[in-house]
């Protein structure tokens, strides 16, 4: 059975750094696309960031420059480094498995919560 | 950056009923088009792929339509359980966006 089980969300300060993590049973994380989706409190989804099997990855404008994705292929696990921390970062952030390197996600983890606030 | 507008914003019905939600991109996406559906609480789940390719446990009276700005995501005949927030998503060009959402709720 596929599951993703996220972790490491929590409060910040803005400006602060936090690093997700989302551990995969079922599948081999390398083996597939990876994504990480966002949704601020109330709102819609936002795409963040993914990871391709052969080790690209691409950013979305708001997050480039802040955000690293990354995965330690013997965990089987993905992350997301979020540094400079903003409030408008604030969101549950989920990580998700695209259903064949074509960036529909057929699988999703419960999500995460990140507030960044003084 | 292509955006997709969802319509209406709310859609109140009762079980029974059929229900139609629309997503309109602002410029072709071909038919690179998702719709999810989103309970409160929970994950997004993937409904349908490619506009209209049911992905896989996706109960038969969900359906999609469309190609190039114009989609529909039909329900022929709603269970209570179907009441959600329903996403497109397009993957046509980067990046990957979704609509604002539709909101179905119970009349």
């Known amino acids: 059975e596929v599951q993703l089980v996220e972790s490491g969300g929590g409060l910040v300060q803005p400006g602060g750094s936090l690093r997700l993590s989302c551990a995969a049973s079922g599948f081999t994380v390398s083996s597939n696309y990876m994504s990480w989706v966002r949704q601020a409190p109330g709102k819609g989804l936002e795409w963040v960031s993914v990871i391709y099997s052969g080790g690209s990855t691409y950013y979305a404008d708001s997050v480039k420059g802040r955000f690293t994705i990354s995965r330690d292929n013997s965990k089987n696990t993905l992350y997301l480094q979020m540094n400079s921390l903003r409030a408008e970062d604030t969101a549950v952030y989920y990580c998700a498995r695209d259903r064949g390197y074509n960036y529909y996600f057929d699988y999703w983890g419960q999500g995460t919560l990140v507030t960044v606030s003084s | 950056e292509i955006v997709l507008t969802q319509s209406p914003a709310t859609l109140s019905l009762s079980p029974g009923e059929r229900a139609t939600l629309s997503c309109r991109a602002s410029?072709?996406?071909?038919?690179?088009l998702a719709w999810y559906q989103q309970k409160p609480g929970q994950a997004p789940r993937l409904l349908i792929y490619d506009a209209s390719n049911r992905a896989t446990g996706i109960p038969a009276r969900f359906s999609g339509s469309g190609s190039g700005t114009d989609f529909t995501l039909t329900i022929s005949s709603l269970e209570p359980e179907d009441f959600a927030v329903y996403y497109c998503q397009q993957r046509s060009n980067w990046p990957p966006a979704f609509g604002q959402g539709t909101r179905l709720e119970i009349k």
């Open positions: 410029q072709s996406v071909s038919s690179y």
